[in-house]
């Protein structure tokens, strides 16, 4: 079983940027896909990004060309760059492998 946690989470303004990070634990990291999903008040969580082991990126439609997902295999780590930050992306952000396991979440919140 994978342990994850999420660290990055915070209050930003509309416009501005945020790096979530996910440490995970386990020797054979490389290999797993990695991804972020997100939860807003009331709503189901839903996806936002994945990278492959082979570093192969997919994103919800609506982060395109705003979030960068990225991982550092030395690190055990998966990252998730924010840019130009809309109120509707706040949620609260979980890192998953994609495979049932998950983080306790960190908290974005987008809002002037």
């Known amino acids: 079983q994978v342990q994850l946690v999420e660290s990055g989470g915070g209050l930003v303004q509309p416009g501005g940027s945020l790096r979530l990070s996910c440490a995970a634990s386990g020797s054979i990291f490389s290999i797993y896909a990695m991804g972020w999903y997100r939860q807003a008040p009331g709503k189901e969580r839903d996806f936002v990004a994945q990278?492959?082991?082979?570093?192969?990126?997919y994103y919800k439609e609506s982060v395109k060309g705003r979030f960068i997902i990225s991982r550092d295999n030395a690190k055990n780590t998966v990252y998730l760059q924010m840019n130009s930050l809309r109120p509707e992306d706040t949620a609260v952000y979980y890192c998953?492998?994609?495979?049932?396991?998950w983080g306790p979440g960190t908290q974005v919140t987008v809002s002037s």
């Open positions: 990278i492959t082991g082979s570093s192969m990126t």
């Open positions: 998953t492998n994609m495979m049932g396991s």
